[in-house]
C-alpha cells in the first residue's frame, strides 16, 4: 500500500532494469509512503505466531537466540532456513524467491553498477 505521493513501479537505470519508486510530488518530512501491515512482517512476534516450532526451538536454546549478541540476527537467518526448507508450503516463499542476494545493488562490483 503506498500513499498517493508515490509511484510504483518505476524503471531506473540505463536500461531501465532497476525497478523502484519515485515521489510524484513534494512528500512532507515523518509522512509515511509506504504502509506495511504488521502480520506480514517478520519479526520474534509473528515468526512465533505463524510457526510454533520456531517458538519451541527458540525457548528450547535461550544461550543462541535470546542472550547471544547476535540472537536477534540468529533468529532471523534461522527463521528464514527453516521457511525456504519449507518450500511451497511456507507462507514466506513468494518473499523468498524475490530476495535473491545477486539481485541487490549493494552487493553488485563496480562493473556491474556501471551497466546502468
Known amino acids: 500500500m503506498f500513499n498517493p505521493s508515490v509511484e510504483y513501479p518505476v524503471a531506473f537505470g540505463k536500461h531501465g532494469h532497476l525497478v523502484g519508486m519515485c515521489a510524484a510530488r513534494d512528500v512532507p518530512p515523518m509522512t509515511a509512503f509506504i504502509y506495511i501491515p504488521w502480520e506480514l512482517t517478520i519479526n520474534e512476534k509473528n515468526v512465533r505466531k505463524r ?12 544461550e543462541i537466540f535470546k542472550t547471544h549478541y547476535d540472537a536477534e540476527y540468529l533468529r532471523l537467518i534461522v527463521f528464514l532456513w527453516h521457511e525456504a526448507a519449507k ?18 545493488p549493494f552487493l553488485w562490483t563496480d562493473e556491474e553498477m556501471n551497466e546502468f
Do not use: C, Q, R, V
Request: aromatic fraction near 14%.
Open 51 to 62: 510457526s510454533p516450532e520456531m517458538a519451541e526451538l527458540y525457548d528450547k536454546h535461550p
Open 87 to 104: 518450500g511451497e508450503a511456507s507462507f514466506w516463499k513468494p518473499y523468498l524467491d524475490i530476495i535473491n542476494t545477486s539481485e541487490m
